[in-house]
């Protein structure tokens, strides 16, 4: 945790939610990102590693990071629901963090299960409300059933996959986005967990968000 970081503790449809807000030292925002983690059964946490470099990314250009635990994850209530809780989780945390009526942007970030839930948020976002940028890590293409993104958000979209990912075949991700005709931005020699390659990462990321 830096000294920007922030404990929230939000209302869910499980009961409270965890949560972290990173933030700029000046105080200013270009907007918020809602970021969401791994797979709750498998010792996914707003605290893995990939999420708190997203995180860190985000907040290198000016935005304000919001990470949470999913139900039945650290002090978050409720229990796991294989991603239908989990949304409503989601839609919950960026009511509270990002109303449309006073947010200057919104972007949303998941890794691996959490990008499938960040899927389908946008699915039930993208007609009400528009998202600025928005970034896939380790798409859970092979476990889960993935929301296309909507063809106007493709520019705005970063979907980055480690070629080396043991835990979802890149092959799967590729499938997933061929039909959309959906970029897949591939890290040679890199696996799911970005193990070494975490400045990488954020560099990417960087680069996508300063585009």
Not at 32 to 53: A, D, R
Not at 59 to 87: I, K, M, Y
Not at 140 to 158: G, K, M, Y
Request: contains cysteine; aromatic residues 6%.
């Amino acid at each position: 945790m830096n000294l920007h970081t922030q404990r929230l503790t939000l209302s869910g449809p499980a009961g409270e939610i965890e949560a972290l807000r990173d933030a700029a030292a000046d105080g200013t925002s270009r907007g918020v990102v809602v970021i969401t983690h791994p797979h709750p059964l498998f010792g996914g946490t707003m605290t893995n590693k990939v999420v708190q470099t997203l995180a860190r990314a985000f907040v290198q250009c000016g935005w304000s990071a919001v990470r949470f635990n999913f139900r039945g994850v650290g002090a978050t209530q409720g229990s796991h629901d294989e991603g239908r809780g989990e949304l409503d989780d989601l839609l919950a945390v960026i009511a509270q963090v990002a109303p449309a009526a006073s947010t200057p942007a919104l972007a949303l970030a998941g890794f691996s299960f959490g990008s499938f839930v960040v899927s389908r948020a946008v699915q039930r976002l993208w007609e009400v409300r528009p998202i600025e940028k928005l970034v896939l890590v380790g798409v859970a293409a092979s476990r889960f059933d993935v929301a296309p993104i909507p063809p106007a958000l493709h520019l705005q979209t970063l979907v980055l996959h480690g070629e080396k990912d043991d835990t979802v075949p890149l092959t799967d991700v590729l499938d997933w986005a061929r039909p959309q005709a959906l970029p897949v931005l591939v890290a040679p020699g890199v696996e799911h967990f970005f193990h070494g390659q975490l400045p990488l990462l954020k560099n990417l990321v960087v680069r996508h968000l300063n585009y």
